[in-house]
């Protein structure tokens, strides 16, 4: 039991020096809550069985400088899965989440393919097996995907008819490695606290900018997910009276004015009527291709990317202005694939915070482009796997 205990304690300095890169035995104790002899015996034996090395010595703060100590990027591996509604990423990363091979990309319309678990599973098996890593080198297999995820009952509710009672359990038992899986959007907030422009803040919230509108929530210094998983979804507050049906099955959602999908049908419809843009043979068929050349386009001047990119900017904004009220956060991160298109999405964002939001309320708020981009979503998923990596359950 007390080895148990111990192998646990050693797992919990590894989080946090792959969080933290580089820390030292007095930081782990403070981190950890344990005594120093303890910390200091645990990372010995990290040392001595090879997972942890020293990295040299802090800077001078006026005694003698402290050993730093680092993980070894190639201790153990994780296999990082990002899902959208339309396109699945699969990554191998190690400990200093450089990317181990190709990206595995696989075109997977979640919609279309209520088996798409098993085709997933599949494939998981065969990156595996290409990547000569043995499986008890993955720490684990972290998986975000859109949709009502229950991170406890392993189940998405929005898609996948699986005769298995738990994801996890079904994709553990076809790749012979611990899985876990969560929201998509809760991933993205989760690597921006962690990895982005969230690190160390008590409070901040992560809009994600993609096919819908999704929103991670860092509250009081945790990931707030609410009763079941399910907070955080901010593409289905009903802000417009259009007459648009959601995916949801609602009318008015904020998706329906705001998500790349709807950028790209409003895209496609101007150039039928005329518009004048570089764009051209823009189609759903090419989701992917499309959404490139219209954020592209944007970034380059095209006076009608910009336009369609700064109505939806002025919306979300709006849909934000709502959230400040409620949450009144120092931070506001703007992250996800549709953050190509960088610093455009600011000016009608705060456009619409000046005209929505009482002044005092959002004077202090900051609204920030995620520095980690597309990658956010890969990097959340590792980052889940690592912030269980220390409990009892996961192997």
Same mark, same amino acid.
């Given at each position: 039991?007390?080895?148990?205990?111990?192998?646990?304690?050693?797992?919990?300095?590894?989080?946090?020096?792959?969080?933290?890169?580089?820390?030292?035995?007095?930081?782990?104790?403070?981190?950890?809550?344990?005594?120093?002899?303890?910390?200091?015996?645990?990372?010995?034996?990290?040392?001595?069985?090879?997972?942890?090395?020293?990295?040299?010595?802090?800077?001078?703060?006026?005694?003698?400088?402290?050993?730093?100590?680092?993980?070894?990027?190639?201790?153990?591996?994780?296999?990082?899965?990002?899902?959208?509604?339309?396109?699945?990423?699969?990554?191998?990363?190690?400990?200093?989440?450089?990317?181990?091979?190709?990206?595995?990309?696989?075109?997977?319309?979640?919609?279309?393919?209520?088996?798409?678990?098993?085709?997933?599973?599949?494939?998981?098996?065969?990156?595996?097996?290409?990547?000569?890593?043995?499986?008890?080198?993955?720490? =684990? /297999? &972290?998986? @975000? *995907?859109?949709?009502?995820?229950?991170?406890?009952? #392993?189940? %998405?509710?929005?898609?996948?008819?699986? +005769?298995?009672?738990?994801?996890?359990?079904?994709?553990?038992?076809?790749?012979?490695?611990?899985?876990?899986?969560?929201?998509?959007?809760?991933?993205?907030?989760?690597?921006?606290?962690?990895?982005?422009?969230?690190?160390?803040?008590?409070?901040?919230?992560?809009?994600?900018?993609?096919? =819908? /509108? &999704?929103? @991670? *929530?860092?509250?009081?210094?945790?990931?707030?997910? #609410?009763? %079941?998983?399910?907070?955080?979804?901010? +593409?289905?507050?009903?802000?417009?009276?259009?007459?648009?049906?959601?995916?949801?099955?609602?009318?008015?959602?904020?998706?329906?004015?705001?998500?790349?999908?709807?950028?790209?049908?409003?895209?496609?419809?101007?150039?039928?009527?005329?518009?004048?843009?570089?764009?051209?043979?823009?189609?759903?068929?090419?989701?992917?291709?499309?959404?490139?050349?219209?954020?592209?386009?944007?970034?380059?001047?095209?006076?009608?990317?910009?336009?369609?990119?700064?109505?939806?900017?002025?919306?979300?904004?709006?849909?934000?202005?709502?959230?400040?009220?409620?949450?009144?956060?120092?931070?506001?991160?703007?992250?996800?694939?549709?953050?190509?298109?960088?610093?455009?999405?600011?000016?009608?964002?705060?456009?619409?915070?000046?005209?929505?939001?009482?002044?005092?309320?959002?004077?202090?708020?900051?609204?920030?482009?995620?520095?980690?981009?597309?990658?956010?979503?890969?990097?959340?998923?590792?980052?889940?796997?690592?912030?269980?990596?220390?409990?009892?359950?996961?192997?």
């Amino acid at each position: 039991m007390v080895s148990d205990r111990q192998e646990l304690f050693k797992k919990t300095i590894l989080k946090h020096l792959y969080f933290s890169k580089e820390l030292s035995c007095t930081d782990l104790t403070q981190l950890t809550g344990k005594s120093l002899p303890h910390t200091t015996k645990a990372l010995n034996e990290l040392v001595k069985e090879g997972l942890v090395m020293e990295s040299g010595y802090a800077i001078s703060t006026g005694g003698r400088r402290p050993q730093m100590y680092s993980v070894r990027q190639d201790y153990m591996y994780i296999l990082s899965v990002a899902m959208d509604q339309f396109m699945t990423s699969i990554c191998i990363l190690d400990m200093g989440n450089k990317l181990i091979g190709e990206e595995h990309v696989l075109e997977l319309n979640l919609s279309a393919h209520p088996d798409g678990i098993s085709i997933l599973g599949q494939e998981l098996k065969q990156v595996i097996e290409q990547s000569g890593i043995p499986r008890d080198k993955f720490a =684990g /297999i &972290g998986i @975000g *995907m859109p949709g009502f995820v229950d991170v406890t009952k #392993g189940v %998405n509710y929005s898609f996948f008819d699986t +005769s298995v009672n738990s994801i996890n359990e079904y994709l553990e038992l076809v790749t012979g490695v611990p899985v876990i899986i969560d929201n998509d959007s809760s991933l993205i907030a989760l690597a921006e606290w962690k990895l982005g422009e969230a690190r160390s803040r008590q409070h901040a919230l992560v809009v994600n900018i993609g096919w =819908g /509108i &999704g929103l @991670g *929530m860092v509250l009081n210094g945790s990931l707030f997910r #609410g009763e %079941n998983g399910f907070a955080g979804e901010f +593409s289905h507050i009903p802000l417009f009276t259009n007459n648009k049906i959601c995916s949801c099955g609602k009318m008015g959602c904020l998706e329906t004015e705001t998500s790349l999908s709807v950028i790209a049908e409003k895209a496609m419809a101007g150039i039928r009527d005329g518009r004048t843009t570089v764009m051209k043979n823009l189609s759903m068929e090419n989701r992917i291709a499309t959404y490139h050349q219209i954020m592209d386009a944007a970034i380059k001047g095209d006076k009608y990317a910009v336009e369609l990119l700064s109505e939806a900017g002025y919306h979300i904004g709006r849909g934000i202005a709502i959230l400040i009220h409620l949450f009144n956060p120092k931070l506001v991160i703007l992250s996800g694939r549709g953050t190509k298109a960088g610093k455009l999405w600011l000016a009608p964002v705060q456009h619409a915070l000046n005209e929505h939001c009482i002044p005092k309320i959002a004077e202090n708020v900051e609204i920030k482009i995620s520095s980690l981009g597309y990658a956010a979503e890969r990097l959340g998923a590792a980052a889940l796997v690592m912030e269980n990596i220390d409990r009892s359950q996961h192997k």
